[in-house]
């Protein structure tokens, strides 16, 4: 299996920082990388996938980048609304798996 | 608009039984793959199982092989998850997933419904 983690767990900031979270695969999977937002009580939200595409509604601030076993999410200006926990999701190989979390509060 | 809506989860005992179904609405369901994701209290994502949005080709984590089993049905568009030797393990918020536009995205979960809650519990 194609074990995800990612750094940091958590991360404070401040409304207006710039955030970057990191994804590691224990294996290469090429741009088959997902990320996702969740915030309490609510269902995951697809931001991006294969790696760098960005999904339909979701804001420009988003970006993200990678190939084979590195990859990263920015937030280029953190809004009140970006508060939550990211996954990334490998969808290189069965089975898929999410990287734990990182979590985006307050400073 | 896109609608995912699951439903037939509830508290039962280890060993028994239970089905889980998802209605969807809003897109053409016949062209998705779909995807069954859970979420233990206050844990991460595990993704569970996936169907091929012809129904010929079904995936399975490991833990569930044996035990859960998914199907569709393109006339009712809904997709089921028929959870059989439940283990208190399974104990989760089941979410239904939309496999991405085009096979070449099938695997990435781009809507998602609300979850239903499975708590298995002697």
Known sequence: DIHLTQSPSSVSASVGDRVTITCRASQGISTWLAWYQQKPGRAPRLLIYAASRLQSDVPPRFSASGSGTDFTLTISSLQTEDFAIYFCQQANSFPFTFGPGTTVDFK | ?122
């Open chain 2, 1 to 122: 608009q896109v609608q995912l809506v699951e439903s037939g989860g509830g508290v039962v005992r280890p060993g028994r039984s239970l089905r889980l179904s998802c209605a969807v609405a809003g897109f053409t369901f016949s062209s998705h793959g779909m995807h069954w994701v859970r979420q233990a209290p206050g844990k991460g994502l595990e993704w569970v199982a996936s169907i091929w949005y012809d129904g010929n080709n079904k995936n399975y984590v490991d833990s569930v092989k044996g035990r859960f089993s998914i199907s569709r049905d393109n006339s009712q568009n809904t997709v089921q998850l028929q959870m059989d030797s439940l283990r208190v393990e399974d104990t989760a918020l089941y979410y239904c997933a939309r496999g991405g536009n085009s096979s070449k995205y099938a695997y990435y979960f781009d809507y998602w419904g609300q979850g239903t809650p499975v708590t298995v519990s002697s």
